[in-house]
Antibody
Framework: QVQLQESGPGLVKPSDTLSLTCAVSGYSISSSNWWGWIRQPPGKGLEWIGYIYYSGSTYYNPSLKSRVTMSVDTSKNQFSLKLSSVTAVDTAVYYC??????????????WGQGTLVTVSS | SYVLTQPPSVSVAPGKTARITCGGNNIGSKSVHWYQQKPGQAPVLVIYYDSDRPSGIPERFSGSNSGNTATLTISRVEAGDEADYYCQVWDSSSDHPGVVFGGGTKLTVL
C-alpha cells in the first residue's frame, strides 16, 4: 500500500525558504505517476502547487512558479518542495500526493496526511 | 486562467439526494474529478473522469459533466457524507497548463 509522509520545519520565517520532503513507501517513485504538492490555508480551499515526474519534468502553478522548485531523489524514494521568499499567506497545510498511474491529468490517488507550515517571525 | 465555481454550501436532509455543481467554461470538454474532505483529514477521491468511482466508494456517489456544469450527486445521503467537496480539472487551454480546483462546497446533513 502506498504511503506518503511529509516532513520539514513547521515554522518558517518571512522571506526564508520553505523546504519539505515527502517520503514514499510501498511504491517506487520511478513508476509512471506524477508526484505533487497541494496546500490548504487554514479554513480555505485546496491550492495546487505543482507536479514532478521521476525524470524531473515539472508543471508548476503559474501564480507560484517564480518561487517553486521541486525535485526527486530516486535513490531515497522521495521528492521535495522548496518555496522561496515566503510570507504569511504561505501559511498552510501542505500535502504531498501521487496521481493515478499515467498522465498528469489523472486525479490524485493518494495523499499524505499533511503538515502545517506557519510563516511567522 | 481557468476558473471552477462551486456553491459555498449545500444542505440536505438524511435520505435525500444532494447535488453539488461545478461550473466552468465548456467544462464538458474536460475530465472532472471530485474529492471529499472531512475535518482534519486529507481529501479522498470519490469520482474521477466525470463519473467513475474508485473502489470502496459507495454507489450512492455519482457524477456527470456536460456543457458548462459538472455535477456530483450523492443519493440517500447519510450523516457520514457531511464534508467539504472539491471539483478538479486539468487545464490545458492556457500557456501554463496545470491543475485547477474549485473553491469547495460544504455539504451539511440536516
Amino acid at each position: 500500500q502506498v504511503q506518503l509522509q511529509e516532513s520539514g520545519p513547521g515554522l518558517v520565517k518571512p522571506s526564508d525558504t520553505l523546504s519539505l520532503t515527502c517520503a514514499v513507501s510501498g511504491y517506487s517513485i520511478s513508476s509512471s505517476n506524477w508526484w505533487g504538492w497541494i496546500r490548504q490555508p487554514p479554513g480555505k480551499g485546496l491550492e495546487w502547487i505543482g507536479y514532478i515526474y521521476y525524470s524531473g519534468s515539472t508543471y508548476y502553478n503559474p501564480s507560484l512558479k517564480s518561487r517553486v522548485t521541486m525535485s526527486v531523489d530516486t535513490s531515497k524514494n522521495q521528492f521535495s518542495l522548496k518555496l522561496s521568499s515566503v510570507t504569511a499567506v504561505d501559511t498552510a497545510v501542505y500535502y504531498c500526493a501521487i496521481t493515478k498511474s499515467g498522465s498528469y491529468w489523472n486525479p490524485v490517488d493518494y495523499w499524505g496526511q499533511g503538515t502545517l507550515v506557519t510563516v511567522s517571525s | 486562467s481557468y476558473v471552477l465555481t462551486q456553491p459555498p454550501s449545500v444542505s440536505v436532509a438524511p435520505g435525500k439526494t444532494a447535488r453539488i455543481t461545478c461550473g466552468g467554461n465548456n467544462i464538458g470538454s474536460k475530465s472532472v474529478h471530485w474529492y471529499q474532505q472531512k475535518p482534519g483529514q486529507a481529501p479522498v477521491l470519490v469520482i474521477y473522469y466525470d463519473s467513475d468511482r474508485p473502489s470502496g466508494i459507495p454507489e450512492r456517489f455519482s457524477g456527470s459533466n456536460s456543457g458548462n456544469t459538472a455535477t456530483l450527486t450523492i443519493s440517500r445521503v447519510e450523516a457520514g457524507d457531511e464534508a467539504d467537496y472539491y471539483c478538479q480539472v486539468w487545464d490545458s487551454s492556457s500557456d501554463h497548463p496545470g491543475v485547477v480546483f474549485g473553491g469547495g462546497t460544504k455539504l451539511t446533513v440536516l
